[in-house]
């Protein structure tokens, strides 16, 4: 095979569009602003980032623990703020159990 050969595109299988959540008196804290990704059928993903960057609020969004103040997230183009089956089948263990 080529190395300039086109990679057959694979349709996504999670998306986040624009995730905001803030906590604190009056939203004053900002968790997430405007986080957004894409994870491919087949892909591995982590999210990396310092103690307060939002990695637990993010999953906690995406397992339905924690509602988002605006934003989407979407398993094979079903919301999983509207569907329940799909947040079930998420999980999150942190590495410290």
């Known amino acids: 095979m080529s190395s300039d050969s086109p ?18 008196y009056m939203g004053d804290n ?7 990704f894409t994870v491919r059928k087949g892909e591995c993903f982590g999210l990396l980032g ?20 605006s934003g989407d997230a979407c398993i094979t183009n079903v919301s999983l703020l509207q569907s329940t089956s799909k947040v079930k089948a998420l ?3 942190p590495k410290n159990v």
């Open 50 to 69: 310092v103690n307060g960057a939002g990695k637990t609020t993010t999953f906690r969004i995406l397992t339905g623990e924690l509602l988002p103040h």
């Open 91 to 93: 999980s999150l263990c």
């Open 30 to 36: 900002l968790a997430l602003k405007g986080l957004s």
């Open 7 to 24: 990679r057959k595109q694979v349709a996504p299988f999670m998306v986040v569009h624009r995730l905001f959540k803030a906590y604190g």
